[in-house]
């Protein structure tokens, strides 16, 4: 999840090649609870890594969407691009959970140009 004053953009990779984008739809003043957790509490994290705090009040100026061709058991996997004035953030499926690239798009993502 990213924080844009307070507007919220919401990324999920679930599985193999199930990807998620949203915006504003997760209510986080309520706990998070994940459906098959079979009792296991979640909680939201305030702990940002520094290179995403780095961010903080830069202006988004450009968004893709990402596919891998690598040639390997990635290829055709979806990631989302986010460029900033210092580089990009790649919101990429690290295998049911979200990875997370700073710096260059590695040049295996065919870049999708959005709007």
Known sequence: MLDFAGERLEVNDEKFDDL???WGSVDVTRAP????????????????????AA?????LT???LL??????????????GLRFADG???VY?????????FGQLKPQYRRHHLG
Do not use: H, K, M, Y
Not at 33 to 52: C, E, I, K, N
Not at 55 to 59: A, F, I, L, M, T
Not at 69 to 80: E, I, K, N, P
């Open 67 to 80: 596919e891998w061709a690598g040639g390997d058991l990635a290829d055709g996997t979806f990631a989302v």
């Open 33 to 52: 609870v994940w459906p098959t957790s079979d009792g296991f509490r979640l909680v939201w994290r305030d702990d940002v890594p520094a290179v995403s």
């Open 20 to 22: 998620s984008i949203t």
């Open 88 to 90: 990009w953030l790649t």
């Open 62 to 64: 450009a968004v893709e």
């Open 93 to 101: 499926n690290a295998l049911d959970e979200n990875g997370l690239a």
């Open 55 to 59: 961010r903080c009040g830069q202006r």
